[in-house]
C-alpha cells in the first residue's frame, strides 16, 4: 500500500470517531481500527473511541517517513533532519502519551530536537 493520507484536512484541535477519520482520509473504519492496534493514540475509555487530530497527524507522518525510510529497531524518525536518526547517548525513555499508550522518547543525535515514536502495545 503506497497511498498518501492529505493529512492537511485533519484539524489538530478537534477529535474524531472512527468513521470520521475514515471518511476524512478516504480509507474503511477497519484501517482505523487497525492504526489503533498498530499504535495510533485513541481516548478507549469510552464509546465511540476518540482520535485525537494532532495524535493522527503525527502517527501518519510517522508511518509515511517509515514508509520511505524503514526505521531500524532503536531508531527515530527526526522532524527536523527528516531522517531516522539514532538517539544522541544512546538514550531512550519509556513514556506514555497522555491516554497511557506507550512511546518512546529521545532526542536526535545531529539537531538534538526530541523526537517520539509511539510503539505498538503488542
Ligand atoms: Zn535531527
Redesign the pocket.
Known amino acids: 500500500m503506497g497511498r498518501f493520507y492529505n493529512i492537511n484536512r485533519i484539524k489538530a484541535h478537534r477529535s474524531y470517531v472512527i468513521e470520521e477519520v475514515a471518511e476524512l482520509l478516504g480509507v474503511s473504519p477497519q484501517t482505523v481500527r487497525q492504526w489503533i492496534k498498530d499504535g495510533l493514540p485513541a481516548l478507549t475509555e469510552q464509546r465511540p473511541y476518540l482520535i485525537l487530530g494532532w495524535q493522527l497527524k503525527a502517527f501518519l507522518k510517522e508511518r509515511e517517513a517509515a514508509r520511505k525510510q524503514p526505521l531500524k529497531p532503536g531508531e527515530f524518525y527526526?522532524t527536523?533532519?527528516k531522517?531516522p536518526?539514532t538517539p544522541a547517548l544512546g538514550l531512550t525513555e519509556r513514556t506514555t502519551t497522555s491516554d497511557g499508550r506507550p512511546m518512546l522518547r529521545a532526542f536526535?543525535n545531529?539537531?538534538?530536537?526530541p523526537?517520539t515514536r509511539f510503539v505498538s502495545a503488542a
Open positions: 527526526c527536523g533532519c531522517a536518526r536526535c545531529v539537531c538534538e530536537r523526537c
